[in-house]
């Protein structure tokens, strides 16, 4: 496994992570299995685990907790999430200082740690003034609860505000991001990318594999596999995913994997990793043998030969407006 600093900072974080928003905390087998990955994945030197507070209602964190508490503490990074709602009540949700402060002490305990190592604000929350959010994500770093902060799925023009609010404010800086990246989502190359580079912040994207598009298991002229999640995910988002012309560019993408004698797993993580920007790659993986698979894209050169055929393949055209 390779490690790469969180942006500018001195924390270093494995390329593969794993993520645990599909954790199946749900039955005996299930539990024992994904205790299983999680202790693989430490094992292939996996180091950063990324998990929140909506996740299976808390027991996603608690699952986690029971498992890192066996691992030396400076052994490994451990983030969480909050924004959406943890219970009924009004305030239960949100970025308000209420709501993070009761919730960042609930992750604490369901973690069994005192510290986070990263703290993401899930999502952005138009509801609250950003300075309120900034200034108690700046107090719990100045209270040693949490070491690095940052954001999930903003805007660019969001992060570049709360980056200007910051330094305006005189709080402790922001240190990462986690934006959804993938090879049919390309959309942080434009422009959060930059914005990070020249900011120092790290970049640890989650859905690296598009929802399992990317896996291989979807294929061209092929029935859903039984059991999958275009079975059963409630949000539909790999359903949405499995276009003709996504299908089309897997088929095309599973050669190259397979001229180099790995699968297209492999091919896509590696092909992420090749942004220098990037930290690390959120991955799930309900059983051990997945995460065996994703590691071997950590420390992977794609050439440039084949970074250009997948280029074509991808046929990415970023919208570019002239302003003035």
């Known amino acids: 496994m390779k490690y790469r600093n969180l942006g500018k900072w001195g924390v270093k974080v494995s390329e593969i992570a794993l993520g645990s928003w599909m954790t199946d905390v749900q039955g005996t087998q299930a539990v024992e299995t994904a205790r299983m990955s999680v202790r693989r994945a430490y094992e292939l030197g996996v180091n950063f685990f990324d998990c929140a507070d909506a996740y299976s209602g808390g027991q996603a964190e608690v699952f986690l907790g029971n498992i890192l508490k066996e691992y030396d503490r400076s052994s490994y990074v451990v983030s969480s999430k909050v924004f959406f709602p943890t219970g009924n009540g009004v305030n239960d949700r949100g970025l308000s200082r209420k709501h993070i402060i009761e919730q960042i002490d609930k992750s604490l305990k369901n973690l069994q740690v005192d510290y986070l190592d990263m703290y993401f604000c899930h999502r952005y929350d138009e509801s609250t003034p950003l300075e309120e959010t900034l200034q108690t994500m700046s107090d719990l770093v100045a209270q040693g609860k949490v070491l690095y902060y940052g954001v999930s799925e903003w805007s660019p023009v969001q992060i570049t505000e709360a980056l200007y609010l910051i330094k305006e404010m005189g709080l402790r800086p922001m240190s990462v991001i986690q934006p959804q990246y993938h090879m049919m989502d390309r959309y942080i190359e434009d422009e959060i990318i930059g914005i990070c580079e020249k900011h120092g912040l790290g970049i640890v994207p989650f ?35 499995l276009t003709e012309e996504n299908l089309n560019k897997v088929e095309k993408l599973v050669r190259i994997a397979e001229d180099l004698g790995t699968n297209l797993s492999v091919l896509a993580l590696a092909w992420l990793l090749r942004k220098p920007q990037i930290s690390s790659l959120i991955t799930g993986a309900s059983r051990p043998e997945q995460i065996e698979n994703n590691a071997a894209a950590s420390g992977l050169t794609l050439s440039d030969e084949v970074l250009d055929e997948i280029e074509r393949i991808l046929d990415y055209r970023p919208f570019v407006r002239k302003i003035g």
Not at 213 to 241: C, V
Request: net charge positive.
């Open 207 to 241: 859905s690296p594999l598009a929802q399992g598009l990317l896996t291989g298991k979807y294929r061209q002229g092929q029935p859903i596999p039984e059991g999958s999640r275009a079975t059963h995910q409630a949000d539909k988002q790999i359903n949405n995913l």
